[in-house]
Structure formats: C-alpha cells, structure tokens
C-alpha cells in the first residue's frame, strides 16, 4: 500500500522551499538588525507548562493539544506554540535575573484542528520576544518592525488591529461586566459559551460562532474598564505608532486565543487568504513567567505562520528568486568525466558564492545540455576529452546569447567571475 502523511502534515516540495527560505531569510535578517538572537527550543514540554500559561479554558488546552504520557507516566505535549516554552526556557537557564532579553525562535507547532488552508495541524512559526522591557517603546518597536517586515517583502493587503486588555484589576471589573451581559442573555449562548461563563467569559469574545456575533458586538468593551496607567500605555503606543507613520485600527473586540495576554494586543490581517485573516499576532504577558515560576517580568512578543506568509507573498504577486546554480559543468568521453570533478571542485574553492551544478549520470552532449538548460545555470562548461588534453574547457552563456569561448582551465574561475559579477 502507498504510504501517505498524516493529514494536516504536509511536506513542503522543492519547488516550494525556495520561496519559504527566502521568507525566512529576509524576515530573520530584519529581527537580528533590530538586536533580537535566535534561541532553539526542544518541540515537547511538560503538559503542565501549556495549561497554566495558555490557559486550561481554550480551545488549544481543552481540544487541539498532542498530548501523551511517556513511559515514566509523565503527560508531556507537543507544543502548540513557542511563547511558553521560551519563557520555560528563560527560567530554567536564568535568562531574566536582572537581565533583560530579545529572543527568536523558528519552527513547526503542533496542534489537533481542522486542516484547511493556512491552517494545518503540523505549522511553522516564528516568533519574536522581548523579556524585561516595560514600557510601551518596545511594544511599539515589535509592531514597526513588523511594518517593516511587510514593506521589504513587498506585501500591502495588510492591516493593523490594536487593543488593549489592561491589567488583572480593570480585567476583574471587565469580566464582572461580561459576567452579567452574558447571563442576561443565556438562553442564546453556545454549549461552549455557556461554560465559559463561569470560568472565563472573556474567551466568549473569541467565539467564531456566527450566532453569537451581535451578541458579542454588544458586550462590555475592555477599553471603557482601563486603569489610568493602562490607559496611559495604550495612549503613549499609539502616539509612538502614529509618529512612525504606521497605521491601524483600534479593535475593542481584539481579545487573542491565549489566556496569558494583558495590555497591548495586536494583529496584522489581511483580506487576501479567505477565512484565514490573522497573519502576524502578539502582545504583552507581563505575568506569565511569574505564572509559570520566574520573577514578576514584563514581556511582549509577536508570532507568524510561516504557511499563511507564503500564502499571502504568493497571493501579493511575490516571486522568490530561483533555487538554481550559476554554472553547470556538462562532461562527454571518460577521461572528461573524471576530469569535471576536480574541475568543479577547483571553481567550488575559487568561486565560494557561486553556485556549481556538475553533470550525473553520463550521457550525451544534447542530454547532458538539455539537462543545463533545464536547471536554470546561466552558464555552461564544456569538458571532452580533446579540452582535457589541451587544458581547455568550452564556456558557454545559457541565458544572454553569445558565442562559445575557449578558457585555459587555469583561466576559468577568473573569466567566470568576470561574466558573472556583470549580473
């Protein structure tokens, strides 16, 4: 029988991978400008870690984890995303004792959902921290880099949401208010909803039940329940935004699937991939590490799916450059044969940033040429068994025209240069 995956986890093909590491290159070169170092996390954690920092009313704890227990009876889990385990991480290794952070990280998440496009149950994120910063610059910083990300990748059919969820004294007053919006109206609420409400009614907000969409539009808004200072945090950020020149939306409805948020919350999203809008998502959790067992540390961070980013460049008419060499060697008669591979291994060392594609599997001058057109190299070298004995190798432009050179071999490298720093 033909072996398949696991449904919602897909290989990515070559012919896909090109644009997904040009995504990956430009968006990591722009976090480290900023200052920001890369952290590699292990992908299972103890269960444990997931209910008490994303909270163990959402849907990712109560339907979407991959959890198992291991042979020593330990329930560990395959995490469904980074936050928590860089905040795990920062702990454990003493990361945040009278130190402040700003970390990345990079990989695929798991969780047990739907599959549907942009939305698998292997995904890719990555995912940018900053631990130990307070004040609402580096919530600004985090979202003009992220304005910054779009501008580089060339991607405009973005908008920015904002919000803010305040701090646990103004969400106490909040979730009071929801608490008796809600019950007023009980008889209309979900299965999911209606248990909500007694743990944790501000998740109600994050229902996609088109049913209760008007009755959600109509709850108590967080930002009328904000504290003096939390209503200073959101004005100053927006005063940063708006002398940045990054536009936005205030979102009052803006809550996030994660229970560990507080303050500043925001969304890139986009009308460009359907029903999958969110596309770049983060903010504030101040008490997480604490949560978790660390000391009080205010943090903010952002994450992004790296298939709803390839969906969406690719949706915006982006094209990643091609995964293909610069130079292919095409070898005809034995003593050619052997001669190519000292012969590429020759431009390999003399040539580092160029890429060299020698020819496999024998054949014939038409094959093997057709092989060299078809992997896209701008240039060709030609080795028989006559250019050997002469210490000569055929050049050829695939791409530009022209004629075929003879170049001494000793020669090559130097002339190949040439030809090719003129791109």
């Known amino acids: 029988m033909k072996p398949k995956a696991i449904r919602g986890m897909n290989d990515i093909l070559p012919q896909a991978t090109s644009s997904w590491r040009h995504l990956e290159t430009v968006v990591l070169e722009l976090v480290e400008s900023y200052g920001y170092r890369e952290i590699r996390l292990p ?77 698998y149950r292997q995904f890719h994120q990555i995912d940018v921290e900053a631990m130990g910063y307070d004040g609402p610059d580096v919530d600004a ?7 910054r990300m779009w501008r580089r990748l060339g991607i405009s059919r973005v908008q920015l949401e904002l919000n803010s969820l305040g701090m646990p004294q103004s969400r106490a ?21 209606i248990r909500r409400l007694a743990k944790n009614p501000l998740r109600i907000l994050d229902s996609k039940n088109p049913a209760l969409q008007d009755l959600i539009e109509g709850a108590p808004r967080m930002l009328d329940y904000l504290d003096d200072e939390c209503q200073a945090h959101f004005l100053q950020l927006r005063e940063l935004l708006d002398a940045a020149g990054v536009q936005y939306r205030v979102n009052p409805r803006l809550v996030r699937g994660l229970d560990y948020y507080n303050r500043t919350v ?24 604490e949560k978790v067992g660390g000391r ?26 091609a995964a293909t060499p610069d130079v292919y060697v095409v070898a005809v008669g034995e003593a050619a044969t ?48 006559e250019e050997v004995q002469r210490g000569e190798a055929g050049l050829k432009p695939l791409r530009t025209g022209g004629d075929q050179l003879s170049v001494d071999v000793g020669q090559l490298a130097e002339t190949l240069g040439r030809y090719l720093n003129r791109r």
């Not at 999958?276 to 983060?282: L, N």
Request: hydrophobic share 40%; charged share 25%.
């Open 173 to 193: 007053r909040h979730r009071d208010a929801l608490v008796d919006y809600f019950s007023a109206v009980k008889n209309q609420l979900d299965d999911d909803s």
């Open 141 to 147: 910083e985090l979202i003009i880099m992220s304005a």
């Open 296 to 321: 009080a540390t205010p943090a903010i961070g952002w994450a992004m799916g790296v298939e709803r980013l390839v969906a969406l460049f690719e949706a915006c008419g982006g094209q990643a450059p």
């Open 43 to 119: 992908l299972l954690e103890y269960t444990e870690l997931f209910a008490r920092s994303i909270g163990e009313v959402t849907d990712i704890v109560e339907k979407e984890m991959y959890s198992f227990a291991d042979r020593n009876g330990e329930s560990l889990t395959l995490r469904p995303e980074a936050t928590a385990g860089m905040v795990r991480a920062g702990i454990t290794n003493g990361l945040f004792h009278n130190q402040r952070q700003k970390l990345w990280t990079m990989g695929p998440m798991f969780r047990y959902e739907k599959p549907q496009r942009g939305r």
């Open 338 to 385: 052997s001669a190519s591979f000292t012969l590429a291994e020759t431009l390999r060392d003399e040539l580092p940033d160029c890429g060299i594609e020698l020819n496999l599997g024998g054949g014939g001058f038409k094959a093997q040429m057709k092989r060299a057109d078809k992997s896209g190299a701008g240039w060709v070298v030609i080795l028989g068994d």
């Open 266 to 289: 925001f969304e890139w999203v986009t009308d460009a991939l359907g029903a999958q809008g969110a596309v770049c998502s983060g903010g504030r959790y101040d008490g997480l590490v």
